[in-house]
């Protein structure tokens, strides 16, 4: 099948390069030195979001952020100048679920379909192929998306509609902070109060307390070793995400916006490319 | 062995009963219609603590909350009054850390030896004899009370010294509630974004997002049942204790500080009986 694939960051270059090696003919825009093997193993370098649009019937977007979509889509020489009756949009990037909806409704104009498919699983998950990818789209938008989504995930959700797999992914991201915030806590407790903190959390994930994030961040806060992983910069952009959603569905988030303050301050205190597990960090200082 | 129980509630009947089953001479106080077969099973009921402390090799205290750990103990015909050197206080309740290591002193000056023992399971983990229970106490101590634990629960953690055993116990209901919370605001955002929560939590459960609360009170929160469990009334009794543990130790706890006050507010609406999950219910209100 004809690919576009833009945004060939550090989850992109893996996701584009699984699409080429499964036999796919890959459309690729912004192709730069780190890139360049994509081209070697057989993709195609083309000079503006408009003409990758133009070549492919499906087109991918791993951007960083709501803008850069917006700007990818319909900016000069952008997707949506090069977009046909029956093309469809797949973007994977990580953005606000109430601009997605916006964007799907103006590609939807040119009678493309759009489907937004977020992922989790970071680097290591985009290189093993075994993303979790959470998919807002019709049924028949998704069946059709489905053999490009199994050639880089595991877990693949179709959540709703158009809009959902950004929500789920947002949603994903309050509860992974606030489950970090929360073992935190709890680990500086047993540490200030001179229990041996790693066994404390050895006991602790035989009951309910057990979570992923306390089996995995619980660790680092043990070890007290906070390098990435995910980085607290990119952690606190999606909480925002979950704020700005907050905010348009008159929803109160107390302890996702208290959140948000304590990652800025770990920012300003320069931890903003440490792990996000480093709240444990900022909060353990006197 | 000769061992004595008191406090003979909803956790404390069954487990009494495991050790009435497994052979030991169990001297009882406080036995009320509810626990009369317990007698029947082959316990003994004395009229006061001195009188369990006296005739018991072992007592084990399972009772409410901090104060009624002491009533017990140091109150008139109270435990301390019939401790003679060489036995051993077992305090399987829930209560203050701070407290228990004051209470553990008191009771060496008796030449007894204390150990700080709570559970997690709940009822169930009762009943079943499957209770996690994190320790306090010497290695010889841990060592001398580990047959009637394994008698009672199945993942025993000796966490560290007499204290230690409460501080985990307080940690983890620190954690489990905040991860509630976290599930809560999360689930809630879905919600209200119009996405189908159920299917959200269905796909993050592949995910970082991955706990044990989001599998079963995520799930309760999905179907809106909140009958206990575990009630609401009572996990802010446990995360008033992290809060007087954190300022004895002038630690600030942003979150469970937060979480005590939703949970004020919980009961104050007349949530307090319904299940913790039933948070959930609370942030949804209008």
Redesign the interface.
């Known amino acids: 099948m004809k690919i576009g694939f833009i945004g060939l960051g550090v989850m992109g270059r893996p996701m584009a390069g699984h699409l080429i090696a499964a036999g796919h003919e890959v459309f690729l825009h912004r192709v730069k030195d780190i890139s360049q093997h994509l081209v070697e193993a057989g993709g195609t370098a083309l000079d503006s979001a408009k003409a990758v649009a133009e070549a492919a019937e499906i087109i991918i977007l791993m951007v960083p952020d709501t803008p850069d979509v917006e700007a990818v889509l319909f900016g000069a020489n952008g997707v949506a100048e090069g977009l046909s009756a029956g093309k469809m949009v797949i973007d994977m990037s990580s953005i606000s ?1 109430v601009a997605t909806k916006d964007f799907a409704a103006r590609i939807g104009e040119k009678g493309a379909s759009y489907v937004d498919a977020p992922v ?2 970071g680097e290591v998950g985009a290189k093993a192929a075994s993303l ?1 990818i ?1 998919v807002g789209a019709s049924e028949a938008d998704f069946d059709r998306a489905w053999p490009l989504f199994e050639i880089m995930g595991k ?1 693949i ?4 509609e158009v ?2 797999g950004q ?2 992914k ?3 991201q ?3 902070g ?2 970090i ?3 935190a ?6 540490k ?5 903190s790693a ?2 959390r ?3 994930m ?9 089996e ?1 961040h619980g660790e680092r806060m043990v070890n007290e070793t906070f390098e990435p992983g995910f980085r607290i910069r990119l952690h606190r952009k999606d909480i925002g995400l ?1 704020m700005e ?2 905010k348009a ?8 916006a ?1 959140l948000a303050q304590m990652m800025d301050r770990a920012m300003a205190k320069g931890l903003g490319d440490k792990d996000h597990s480093a709240i444990f960090a900022l ?1 353990q200082e006197k």
Chains 1, 2 share one sequence.
Do not use: Y
Request: proline fraction near 3%; charged fraction near 10%; glycine fraction near 10%.
């Open positions: 679920p989790s699983g979790t959470m877990n959700t179709r959540i709703g809009g959902a929500t789920a947002v949603v994903n309050v509860i992974v606030l489950t915030e929360a073992v806590e709890g680990l500086l407790l047993a200030a109060a001179g229990a041996d066994k404390v050895e006991a602790l035989g009951g309910f307390a057990a979570s992923r994030i306390l995995v979950a959603a907050a569905l008159d929803l109160s988030l107390p302890h996702a208290s909060m």
